[in-house]
């Protein structure tokens, strides 16, 4: 049985991997690169900021230092700002899962190679939708900016289980975490954090999906609470 879950954040709880695209491409748009829709989503989409510009230095011989990296960082976050601040959307059956969980008490928390100021932003922007900030019903929000190993390593979802042992006065283990995530390297996190894994399909098929998760669904609206509390039997 499910005793906590834990979310990532774009591509699960809202429509972001587009605007990640759009600010990596703008803040890229300086250099002799290739910087394709299809290709961020094939090899760079689950990486945090700074690993997905290093790996653009390294597979297009950039030889970016690390201060310019940094330099890329900072860009970057005010670019998606702005671009969060009129496009960013907050999934509609967030608040219906959210809420579905707080009424059979299982806690959630999110676990996201995201910076903590994108996702700020993006709720922020979505409290006249919702008429709440979103952001306050978790227990805990572990970020890029947490743990030195990003998705796919499991770091960031074994410090989310710590934060919210810790801040609960809990004893829960992995086997007691449900991991929802859109991508094979979030899978990959969380299976290695020994949590049991739902996909859903917002940016990539079931096809993809399907042999990496223990569930792949269409959209967080397909997620019972049945599923959710016995996804391990």
């Known amino acids: 049985m499910a005793s906590a879950v834990i979310f990532d954040f774009d591509g699960i709880l809202a429509d972001t991997e587009t605007l990640h695209f759009k600010a990596f491409k703008i803040t890229l ?13 094939d090899k760079y989409l689950g990486y945090t900021d700074k690993e997905c510009y290093e790996h653009v230095s390294d597979n297009n011989g950039l030889s970016l230092s ?16 702005e671009l ?3 496009e960013g959307v907050v999934f509609s ?19 996201s ?12 922007a979505a409290v006249p939708k919702f008429g709440e900030n979103l952001l306050e019903r978790f227990t805990t929000i572990v970020t890029a900016e947490d743990v030195e190993n990003g998705k796919p390593f499991p770091d960031c979802y074994l410090l989310a289980l710590k934060q919210i042992n810790e801040k609960l006065g809990l004893n829960l283990c ?5 991991a929802i995530e859109d991508s094979h390297w979030g899978l990959e996190s969380a299976k290695a954090a020994n949590m049991a894994t739902i996909a859903v399909t917002n940016s990539y098929s079931k096809d993809e999906l399907s042999g990496k998760a223990d569930i792949v669904v269409a959209n967080l609206n397909d997620l019972g609470i049945d599923v959710i509390k016995e996804i391990r039997g």
């Open 66 to 81: 690390a201060e310019q990296v940094a330099s890329l960082v900072k860009e970057k976050e005010t670019v998606f700002s």
């Open 29 to 41: 748009d300086k250099f002799d690169v290739e910087f394709t829709k299809q290709i961020y989503w």
């Open 174 to 178: 992995g086997q007691d975490c449900v």
């Open 93 to 111: 059956g967030v608040l219906d899962i959210l809420n579905l969980l707080r009424d059979n008490s299982i806690p959630v928390a999110i676990c």
């Open 113 to 124: 190679g995201a910076a903590l100021l994108d996702i700020e932003t993006v709720f922020k």
């Open 84 to 86: 969060a601040e009129k």
